[in-house]
C-alpha cells in the first residue's frame, strides 16, 4: 500500500511538472434526435412516422490538460448539462435532459484544433407533450437511463474565447418500441438512438 501511494504521489508530481491544467467554460445549441434505426425508407420520410430534430441547448465546465506549453495534445472532459429535444411518432415530442461526461483527445494546430472520444449520457430528466400540450415529465423512464456514443469536432480559438462545432452519433439503442400499422397489424419492434450537431462559444478561464 505505501508503495502504491508513493507511486500516485510521484506520478502526481510528474504530471504537474510536464502538464498544464487549465479551465473552460461553454455554452451552446443541440440540434438532433432520437432516430429509429430500423424503419423502411418510406415510413422513415413520413411526417407522421419518422422523427424530426429539433433545438435544445447545453452548458458545460471544459477542465483540460496540456501535456507541455509546446504540446500540440491535450485533454480535455467536458461535464456538460444537456436539453435534446425531439418530434417522434405522430405528433408527440420528447425532451430529455442528460448529465454528458466527454473525455477526448485535442490536437491543435495554431488557432484550430479537432478532437474525438467517447461521451456517456445519463439521463436526469424526461418529458413529452404532443403537438398542442404542455411539457409534462413522464409517468415512466421511456428511455434508457444511460446512452453512450462518440462525439467529434473542431474548435477554434481567439485569445481566451472558443467557438466549437461537434457531432455525436449513440452506439446503444435508447429506447425499443412495438410498432403497428393503422389497422393494428404488428410492423415489429423499432429501435432509437441518439445523434445531434452542437454549436458552443466558450471562454478559458486564466
Known sequence: MTKFITL?????FTIQLTAQFSMGAEVGLNYGEAYYTNLPPFLE???ETGTKPRLGGYVAFV????????????????????VEEHKDLGDFYF??????????????????????????????NEQGRNIKGKWNKTIQLLSKPIDFGFTGGCKYTWKQYYLSLSYYQGV???STISITAADGQPLGQETQKNRHFQLGIGYWFE
Request: hydrophobic share 45%.
Open 8 to 12: 500516485f504521489i510521484l506520478l502526481f
Open 45 to 47: 420520410k413520413d411526417t
Open 63 to 82: 477542465p483540460t490538460y496540456t501535456f507541455k506549453k509546446s504540446s500540440n495534445f491535450a485533454i480535455t472532459s467536458p461535464l456538460q448539462l444537456s
Open 95 to 124: 425532451r430529455r435532459t442528460y448529465l454528458r461526461l466527454i473525455p477526448q483527445l485535442d490536437y491543435s494546430f495554431k488557432s484550430f484544433s479537432i478532437f474525438a472520444g467517447p461521451n456517456v449520457g445519463v439521463v436526469l
Open 172 to 174: 446503444v439503442d435508447i
